[in-house]
């Protein structure tokens, strides 16, 4: 009831997820079909440029820098979007310019290979930009619309799981389309999944919401939460280690294994972690990974290349859900959408980042890359044990 999850939330404890809703699960699902569809090129298309395109390692990095960047691109424009038009037309028109992105790819073959560069970029941008808005509406407006008030953090932090698991189920789907069914397929199928996700969303039905007046066309509201910005910077900081290893990594072993992380991690969330101290997580979390890091610099049995991902997997994951609600706490009245987005940005920037890096100045130096992400752990802890932690508490507004 209502004074369960308020006592949960004030006690800063995981959420138990109790959500029934047929109109949550299917935006969920959608989020989930929509995150695989991007995830599922991340260990496929930079191989398949370099083989095939013959692009240096250093232009894939840029593909990666660009979609970053595009993640940005439209936030601002986020609010005006949602309240001019119907917000479930956004998401559903945004989706439909993916699948035009992610199909134009098997066309790269009929371009010049010095045209492949400019218009690789292109497509990373815009996929970028279009996937972001997407995914701020989805999570700061679709998916908090379909849920009473006091459910609203449980739907957060359930739906934003369901985003977490497609990292490892789409490059999982990825490489076993590709390599049975090749490249073209592979495209088909991650359209596919755009496909689905719009047929999710349509059949949800919201409510018609007159809009504000004076509706400014640039604003940070559902974009970026200016009080939540040095959480964003460590939050960066996890997820751009994450995204350093998948630059080195794109085997089935390593995406199965960290999957096996995720789920350990939500049985941890829910039963070990219930009364522990707020900072618990974030600090196992950390270790873990650190933990895994280490072994994979000194050790590389079959036992490691099994454990590693695990601890990977499960340490990422904790600190990313115990972020999102701190970031849920430093929002004011009305800001939820608009912590939700910053969060969102947090993490997938820093993973385009930390792909940038990988493909840029670690290709084939795994043991680099792997002091690389040791380290990226190591500033993380430090930024959080001796300043994020301190300041979260003195700023929270919840």
Not at 184 to 193: E, M, R
Request: aromatic share 16%; charged share 10%.
């Amino acid at each position: 009831g209502l004074g369960d999850v308020y006592k949960r939330q004030t006690q800063n404890t995981p959420i138990h997820i109790n959500l029934w809703h047929r109109e949550f699960w299917m935006l969920s699902l959608a989020n989930l079909f929509l995150c695989m569809a991007i995830y599922m090129l991340l260990p496929i298309v930079p191989e398949w440029l370099m083989k095939v395109h013959h692009t240096a390692h250093w232009q894939v990095s840029y593909a990666f820098a660009f979609y970053a960047v595009g993640l940005f691109f439209l936030g601002g424009f986020c609010s005006y979007f949602v309240q001019k038009y119907r917000r479930n037309r956004v998401c559903r028109v945004g989706i439909f310019i993916m699948i035009v992105c992610l199909y134009a790819m098997t066309f790269f073959h009929r371009l010049e290979s010095s045209y492949v560069f400019w218009a690789v970029n292109m497509l990373s941008f815009l996929l970028g930009a279009v996937f972001g808005l997407v995914q701020m509406v989805l999570s700061s407006t679709l998916i908090i619309d379909v849920c009473e008030s006091f459910r609203r953090t449980e739907a957060n932090y359930a739906s934003s799981w369901f985003g977490r698991l497609a990292l490892s189920l789409g490059p999982i789907a990825g490489i076993i389309i590709s390599r049975f069914l090749g490249f073209n397929s592979f495209i088909v199928a991650s359209v596919l999944l755009c496909l689905a996700a719009v047929l999710l969303i349509y059949g949800v039905k919201f409510p018609f919401k007159a809009p504000d007046d004076n509706i400014p066309l640039y604003s940070l509201d559902r974009f970026f939460l200016p009080q939540g910005k040095w959480l964003f910077v460590n939050l960066m900081l996890v997820s751009m280690l994450l995204g350093v290893l998948l630059s080195i990594f794109h085997t089935l072993t390593f995406y199965g294994m960290m999957l096996v992380g995720f789920a350990f991690a939500i049985l941890a969330q829910k039963f070990v972690f219930v009364n522990a101290d707020l900072k618990s997580e974030t600090v196992t979390g950390l270790l873990a990974a650190s933990m895994a890091l280490l072994l994979l610099l000194t050790r590389r049995q079959l036992s490691v290349d099994i454990l590693a991902p695990a601890l990977i997997g499960f340490g990422v994951s904790l600190i990313a859900s115990r972020f999102q609600l701190f970031f849920i706490k430093l929002s004011k009245h009305c800001q939820r959408g608009t912590s939700q987005s910053s969060y969102f940005l947090a993490w997938e920037s820093g993973l385009a980042l930390g792909l940038s890096v990988g493909w840029g100045y670690l290709y084939s130096q795994e043991q680099l890359a792997l002091f690389v992400a040791l380290g990226l752990a190591i500033l993380a802890f430090l930024y959080y044990q001796f300043f994020t932690h301190r300041w979260y508490m003195e700023n929270k507004n919840r």
